[in-house]
């Protein structure tokens, strides 16, 4: 009876192990093995637009015409601020999904970084 119960848990145990053991499908058989990515995708980004994502500005450096309104969007999980190095523009603290908006009017060369996490840094340049 004692042998028959230890046989039943073994056979059980190679059972479990057999289904989670993966084997890599033959060279030519038309099979094959692909991975799943943890992140989403980044999300579109037209011309005047920038997204705040995983601790970074997309795209870092944006090229504008006088005029333009450009609008940044934090797909972040973690608050952040846009801020002009020259004050020209700053942002309140942004949330997940909280835009910021601000119209170039002039020509020219505008750095500006987070001013929670002041290691993200980018650049608008504005054109004419």
């Known amino acids: ?14 059972v ?21 990515s943890a992140t989403a995708p980044a999300a579109p980004v037209s011309g005047d637009q920038v997204n705040i994502d995983g601790f970074a500005f997309a795209p870092a450096t944006l090229t504008v015409s006088v005029g333009t309104t450009v609008t ?13 190095s020259d ?12 835009t910021f908006t601000h119209t170039f009017t002039t020509p020219g060369t505008f750095e500006y ?14 054109t004419r």
Not at 1 to 14: D, P, V
């Open 16 to 36: 479990l192990l057999a289904g989670c053991s993966a084997s890599r499908p033959a060279a030519g058989s038309g099979m094959s093995m692909s991975s799943v």
């Open 72 to 84: 940044w969007t934090n797909r972040d999980e973690e608050p952040h601020t846009v801020a002009a």
């Open 113 to 126: 970084v987070c001013s929670i996490h002041p290691m993200m840094r980018g650049t608008v340049v504005v």
């Open 1 to 14: 009876m004692m042998l028959a119960k230890l046989s039943a848990t073994a056979l059980a145990a190679a």
């Open 87 to 98: 004050g020209s523009f700053h942002s309140p603290g942004m949330g997940t999904g909280a």
